[in-house]
């Protein structure tokens, strides 16, 4: 067989630097380590039963302080992470604007009702974009229910240290605002957790599919920082991520 080799040109993108990428998988494990301790921390026997009583169990490696100390360090990961991320913003300008949903511009809709064609296998293609609209309103979303989380999360951990920092500065007014019941507390951040499980999923599925059909370099760009468009494709975002000026020259070329 002979290798499928076509000579093409491509404008290369270089839209997140190494902190972002750091970032996003530091994040990740973060809340990989959050889900399953959070989901055992909710119910101990969704792994089958444990077995050991509260005397013995503090000897084993699932007992309940541990668990919820992983946890916590995972929490304070999170929280660092997120401070991380609204620092960047101001270091970079597709750290800003590839997070923002630009509902005033005409492309965002086109965009939307294409990139929908696109993923349900109906359009073989989509207007060029280096962020898709469903991506980027996706990103501001998941970014506010991880807020959501950490809020929650550290409200509830200022309940378990009465003088402590946490419940002073948080769980003091979080606790009237959900109806001055802990329980419902615990309710909305299982909830959370479940909702933001389900993005992840989306959010895999949906960068491979991209990469797949679009080849643009998606699946990689959280490792390089960079993406390709071909020649003929100039994506309608380019003024997000650069000069306006340099994407006129761009198109123009
Ligand atoms: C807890 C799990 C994850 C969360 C919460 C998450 C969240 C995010 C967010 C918020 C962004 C936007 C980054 C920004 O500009 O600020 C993003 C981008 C991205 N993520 Fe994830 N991610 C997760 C897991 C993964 C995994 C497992 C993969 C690999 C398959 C992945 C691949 C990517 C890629 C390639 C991008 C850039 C795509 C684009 O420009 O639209 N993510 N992710
Ligand atoms: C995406 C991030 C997170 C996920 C997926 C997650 C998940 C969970 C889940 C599923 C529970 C069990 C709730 C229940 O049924 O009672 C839980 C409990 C808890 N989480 Fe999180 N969590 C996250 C972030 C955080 C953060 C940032 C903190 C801050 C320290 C935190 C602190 C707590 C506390 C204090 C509890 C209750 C522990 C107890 O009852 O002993 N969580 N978490």
Known sequence: MVADVVKKTFYRFYLF????RLWHWVQFLAILVLFFTGLYIGDPFFIGSVGWDATQAP???LAMGWVRLVHFAAGYVLLFGFLYRIFLIFTKKSHFWL?????WKPWFWKGIFEVVLFYALIKKSHIP????????TAYLFVLGLILFEIWTGFAM??????DGFWAKTVSSWTLPLFGGNEYNLHFWHHVVAWIIAIFVIVHVYMVFFNDFLAKEGELSSMASGVKYFPEGHFPADCEDVADPKECEKLKRD
């Open 17 to 20: 630097q190494p902190g972002l």
């Open 59 to 61: 000897a084993h490696d």
């Open 99 to 103: 997070i923002i949903p630009k509902f």
């Open 129 to 136: 974009l280096i962020r898709n609209p469903l991506a980027r």
């Open 157 to 162: 951990y200022g309940m378990s240290d009465p």
